[in-house]
């Protein structure tokens, strides 16, 4: 876009490691997207910790800090409030800032239950502001050239779809009891935390979800009790107290999409010799695609030749000619990391701010990822296939 460049206020609340990330990435987007025409500016953050909101400060360049989250919500000079805080926290706080005016970048899941994250979209929608969720692995150029790839009907129709995020994280029996294990405080676990991405993954690839039947599985029954102080679900304590781990280690799902095609989900925060294997694979009827977080930068694609052939699959590099990779690298091959992917999507959330516009991973794809895992938690009483309902097909949203 031409004209001025328009200031975008930001206020954010949790100032942890991924509220770091978030800060970074706000700050990134006006060298990465000049034609956007857009300045956030670090207004005011808020924390319970003083260390991390001193840093915010000194290392971020933040304007101010607070403990209070509502001084960031009721803050004149902020637009959008960024909300990175624990999951217990993002109902009210999210609520409150859509109530406040201010537009709302939630990290998922947006709520702990799917009630939860359909009370903050109605309140956003009431309140008409534009809203973002984290949802970045849909923004690596290379998912998005499998997406434009499957538009375009390069890969024929959708037959078949695979997704998994298997992140050891919480292998050790040692690594505490951190709120992320605990369900009055997460809600649900790999469910909430790991499958929230495979769920919206597949709805971006693929398109709606019909049906499902799933099954979950606790695998460590007990950790140990976390400083009091901090402590995230990477630390770990040998001996002490305990505590039960009241949500899910392992969820798995068949699925029946809209369209047809048949897949499986998966997720497990326990799982060995994977840290963070967030991945998908996908067959049409005249090619596939397979792509996976941990080699980010490439996708293995299977096409069709001129001559109906297919002979299994090529590696393609992401380059200047797939989405998003110019605005970071002019070479091809030159590999883009996690952080990039979050200043794609902040982007896209600042852009909707500016041009008055909502994005595709607003509440409203959460709200289709919440339905999904409504289904899939009726499936682990019931023990049968599910419907999710017609609100899943809001998940297939233009880039």
């Not at 915010?56 to 409030?81: I, K, N």
């Not at 599985?217 to 990477?234: D, M, N, S, W, Y």
């Not at 048949?262 to 998908?280: K, S």
């Not at 080699?295 to 293995?300: K, T």
């Amino acid at each position: 876009m031409s004209g001025p460049v328009k200031r975008i206020g930001v206020g954010v609340v949790g100032m942890g490691w991924m509220g770091g990330v978030h800060s970074r990435s706000y700050l990134q987007i006006p060298q990465r997207f000049p034609e956007a025409g857009v300045q956030p500016e670090l207004v005011i953050c808020a924390d319970d910790v003083a260390a991390r909101r001193q840093a915010a400060e000194s290392t971020l360049g933040f304007a101010a800090s607070s403990d209070d989250w509502r001084v960031v919500v009721e803050h004149p000079d902020v637009d959008a409030v960024d909300v990175t805080a624990p999951n217990w926290l993002h109902h009210e706080i999210a609520t409150a800032a859509a109530q406040a005016g201010k537009h709302v970048f939630c990290e998922k899941p947006a709520g702990r239950t799917p009630e939860e994250t359909r009370a903050i979209a109605a309140a956003a929608d009431a309140a008409g502001v534009v809203t973002g969720v984290g949802y970045n692995y849909r923004w690596a150029p290379m998912v998005q050239y499998a997406r434009q790839l499957i538009e375009s009907g390069d890969l024929g129709a959708l037959t078949h779809y695979r997704g998994r995020f298997f992140a050891g994280y919480a292998r050790s029996e040692h690594a505490v009891l951190s709120w992320r294990f605990q369900e009055e405080h997460a809600g649900a676990g790999t469910l909430g935390d790991l499958m929230s991405h495979v769920i919206d993954m597949a709805h971006f690839i693929a398109g709606p979800i019909d049906a499902v039947v799933a099954n979950q599985k606790t695998f460590i029954a007990e950790r140990p009790l976390a400083p009091e102080v901090e402590g995230t679900h990477f630390t770990e304590r040998v001996g002490g107290p305990s505590g039960a781990v009241t949500n899910e280690d392992y969820v798995g799902v068949l699925v029946r999409f809209a369209s047809g095609a048949q897949g499986t989900l998966e997720g497990c925060r326990v799982i060995a010799a994977h840290d963070c294997q967030m991945a998908l694979e996908t067959n049409g009827r005249r090619g596939a695609a397979s792509w996976d977080f941990e080699r980010m930068n490439e996708l293995r694609l299977a096409r069709e030749d001129a001559a109906g052939n297919l002979r299994g699959f090529q590696v393609v590099p992401s380059g200047p000619d797939h989405p998003f990779h110019l605005n970071f690298n002019p070479g091809p091959a030159i590999g883009l990391s996690y952080e990039d992917t979050l200043v794609i999507e902040l982007h896209d959330f600042v852009r909707g701010i500016v041009e008055g516009k909502q994005g595709p991973t607003g509440l409203g794809a959460a709200v289709a990822v919440a339905d999904v895992q409504d289904a899939i938690r009726r499936s682990w009483r019931s023990g049968s296939w599910e419907s999710v309902g017609d609100t899943g097909a809001a998940a297939r949203t233009e880039p």
